[in-house]
């Protein structure tokens, strides 16, 4: 673990904190519309629910699960949801919104790179999306804490935004300004949302940390798990940044000469049988 986890961890809970109060509560959030996901909205994209497969009577365990949308949308597909967020207030709004929603669920305040033991050997997936590694020092811990979860068995889907497209500052013009790997904290100042774009918030001062696939995958693999799929994705259903145009056929993607750069990649892997 990095030196300033305890010290960053705080910080960046404060950032978290609020952002689990006004998302999914502002007229122009792009991401979270709680009333269309309470008439049958789905949120989830195709690439984790391909990678999860069918869910319908598996536990599941959903790793900073904010304030509890896509872990109710893994329960509506049939699975025994649990979500675990180090924000006390997304866990609030969590609970709130599966009552809302008629949804069984539950939802726990931990840190995911130190899970409690309490989760231990429960779940037939461990599920992790989008915008999740960055905000982790200790990434062993984090893989550690995934693979004591699992069952003989079980799988870890995690889709993430990919390294290289983490390390862009804009597209047009092309500049890059973040390490490709490495896992030394990187210190910024954060106000508003990915969510609303239009949105004044509080200035928040966050640890953010940059990891290569490489180090993702060794880390996966040292925890004890069985790399079953690694995929780099040159198309995305949406922009996790918002520095890219939309395509014609309405994906997204980065293009680079004559090709495209990864947005995304999705890691599965599996606990051992014994």
């Not at 696939?213 to 004890?224: D, K, N, Q, R, Y």
Request: with cysteine; hydrophobic share 40%; aromatic share 8%.
């Amino acid at each position: 673990m990095h030196s300033d986890q305890p010290a960053a961890t705080p910080a960046n809970r404060s950032l978290w904190d609020e952002r689990a109060r006004v998302h999914g509560s502002t007229p122009d959030d792009r991401f979270y519309d709680v009333d269309s996901f309470l008439a049958g909205r789905e949120p989830l994209f195709a690439t984790e629910v391909e990678l999860a497969g069918d869910v319908a009577g598996r536990d599941l365990l959903h790793l900073q699960c904010h304030f509890g949308m896509d872990t109710l949308s893994w329960a509506r597909r049939g699975a025994r949801v649990t979500g675990v967020d180090f924000s006390p207030v997304a866990v609030a709004r969590a609970r709130d919104l599966a009552e809302r929603a008629g949804l069984e669920a539950e939802f726990i305040e931990a840190d995911t790179q130190a899970l409690p033991a309490s989760l231990a050997g429960r779940f037939d997936l461990v599920v992790a999306t989008y915008g999740v590694l960055c905000w982790i020092g200790d990434l062993d811990g984090w893989m550690r804490g995934a693979a004591m979860a699992l069952r003989p068995g079980g799988m870890l889907v995690l889709v993430d935004l990919h390294p290289a497209y983490q390390t862009l500052a804009s597209f047009e013009p092309l500049v890059a300004d973040w390490p490709y790997g490495g896992g030394e904290p990187q210190r910024a100042t954060e106000s508003g949302s990915y969510a609303d774009p239009a949105l004044k918030t509080a200035d928040h001062d966050v640890v953010e940390y940059p990891y290569s696939l490489g180090e993702i995958v060794t880390a996966a693999a040292g925890a004890g798990l069985r790399i079953d799929r690694l995929t780099e994705h040159v198309s995305a259903e949406f922009d996790p940044r918002g520095l890219l145009p939309q395509s014609p056929d309405g994906a997204y993607r980065l293009p680079y000469g004559d090709t495209h750069l990864p947005l995304l990649y999705s890691l599965r892997a599996v606990a051992p049988t014994s």
